[in-house]
């Protein structure tokens, strides 16, 4: 029987400047053999040596690709159009390839909800089957996975798979539009499931209320097409990363601080991946995370939003996919820039002989140990919050430091408590004696620790922590002052 095949405008010149030509086959691998008798020449811009449709080649049959029908054993019929498409310099679509078996067929109700969608000649009724097909698994349902979740899920994403172990904090409400202030309290995954599926009814949620971990990350991964980074710290950051290269996924990448944003696509079989352009993580400290240096609400709005496009762009292939470029954020100056990555050859996970093939300590390797200084601390290292109130009350001779940044002071302080952040103290060493009893506090006891390590390293031995910081203060000395 015969059908049409459109030839693109590059590959015209190995069929006779022919831009359609007609053929005979039952099969899309019939026609294109037919095809490539007629016209030796064009074969080897079609197939690899072994036969196979080379990766940067697609074909649709109408106007769907034959990967995602039954490749060259999709049937044809008379008056079929084939079109060939081969990648361009510059912009090649790049689409997520998972199932060749047919796709989802959308229902009345479906076709109702995503209308808007599918009058879009780019996403159309092919994009939203695609959408449909389509497991992504987002790490994190925090302010970057709160616009991600609801984008994704209204978008129509068939399987949404959501990581976290965390309880719904109020803390997190000024960012995380995903939760209420009911919420509080509750697991995230729990929470935002219900939150989703309200959204679109459509969809499959699958919360996963677990820590990702090296054990667990390649088991939970490996059922999904590709993985969305709205992780806030490192290890993970890492961990989602070298997982995502060990099985080929793309990882649509996005992190925010304070007031500027990144985003990009991580994808080691396709572009540069993330520890081709951070090859180790910054040290512990260096660094501090929103919980300390803050994040301005609405940034994880704008910056998971830029995710949620990047994974539509993937699962539909339309458009430039971010893949080795890396956009850059400031809400402040409202400024956009772009980098230009590319693969390190000697990229320890995606390079073509990786050092590194298995997911390894990544707690370690971000030189975050699990307390080293738990088997040293000398039994005086610490007091509870009680213990000073009580040595206060009693009029004993001590210096309050608080280490935390001036407007933490602002919000809640110790009374007669003397500032210097953490980042200061090296320098104004000179301030305090090395006679005192120093009790030092911030937040959780986090930072006031490592001020406490560095101020005995430093001769003053009569340096303590404060337990719990001025968080337990608040909930067991003083609830007027307040928490945050
Ligand atoms: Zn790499």
């Known amino acids: 029987m015969s059908i049409t095949i459109q030839i693109p405008t590059p590959l015209r010149r190995f069929t006779a400047e022919q831009g359609e030509v007609q053929v005979d086959g039952a099969t899309v691998g019939e026609a ?12 080897r811009h079609l197939y690899t040596d072994d036969g196979t449709l080379r990766s940067f080649v697609n074909v649709f049959l109408n106007d769907e690709d034959v990967r995602h029908l039954k490749s060259g054993q999709t049937p044809v019929n008379a008056g079929d159009t084939l079109v060939i498409i081969p990648s361009i310099a510059g912009g090649a679509p790049t689409a997520i390839q998972t199932e060749t078996e047919a796709l989802p067929g959308l229902s009345p109700a479906e076709i109702r909800h995503y209308s808007r969608h599918l009058i879009m000649p780019e996403i159309g009724t092919a994009g939203q089957r695609k959408l449909k097909a389509a497991k992504v698994l987002m790490i994190g349902t925090g302010g970057l996975g709160s616009p991600l979740g609801l984008y994704l899920a209204a978008a129509g994403v068939g399987t949404l798979g959501l990581v976290d172990f965390d309880v719904v904090d109020e803390t997190n409400l000024h960012r995380q539009v995903l939760f209420s202030d009911k919420d509080v309290g509750r697991p995230k995954t729990q929470a935002a499931a219900e939150r989703l599926r309200g959204i679109n009814p459509h969809i499959k949620i699958i919360a996963h209320d677990t820590r990702l971990e090296s054990a667990n990350a390649l088991d939970l991964f490996k059922d999904y097409d590709l993985v969305v980074d709205g992780t806030d710290n490192f290890p993970t950051r890492y961990l989602v990363n070298d997982a995502c290269v060990m099985l080929g996924k793309p990882n649509v990448y996005g992190s925010i601080f304070r007031f500027e944003g990144q985003v990009s696509i991580f994808w080691g079989a396709k572009g540069p991946c993330y520890r081709c352009l951070f090859p180790e993580p910054p040290p512990p400290g260096l660094v501090p995370s929103c919980a300390e240096g803050g994040v301005l609400g609405v940034l994880p709005g704008i910056i998971g939003s830029l995710q949620a496009n990047e994974v539509i762009k993937l699962i539909t292939g339309v458009g430039e996919p971010l893949i080795g470029r890396l956009v850059l954020f400031d809400a402040l100056k409202m400024k956009f820039r772009e980098l230009k990555l590319r693969k390190d050859p000697n990229c320890p996970v995606c390079s073509e002989n990786p050092t590194q093939r298995e997911l390894i300590d990544y707690e370690q390797f971000c030189g975050i140990a699990p307390h080293p200084e738990t088997e040293t601390m000398a039994d005086d290292f610490e007091m509870t919050v009680q213990d000073l109130k009580r040595r206060l009350d009693a009029g004993e001779e001590l210096l309050v430091l608080d280490v935390r940044n001036p407007p933490e002071y602002e919000i809640a302080r110790i009374p007669g408590s003397k500032l210097i ?44 922590n404060l337990a719990g910081g001025i968080d337990q203060w608040s909930l067991n000395v003083d609830r007027s002052v307040p928490r945050y």
């Open 421 to 464: 952040p953490l980042g200061e103290l090296q320098d104004r060493l000179g301030e305090l004696d090395p006679a005192a009893t120093i009790v030092a506090h911030c937040h959780h006891g986090g930072r006031s620790a490592n001020a406490v390590h560095f101020l005995r390293q430093m001769g003053f031995n009569r340096a303590i």
């Open 32 to 43: 294109l053999d037919s095809l490539t008798q007629r016209f030796p020449n064009l074969r």
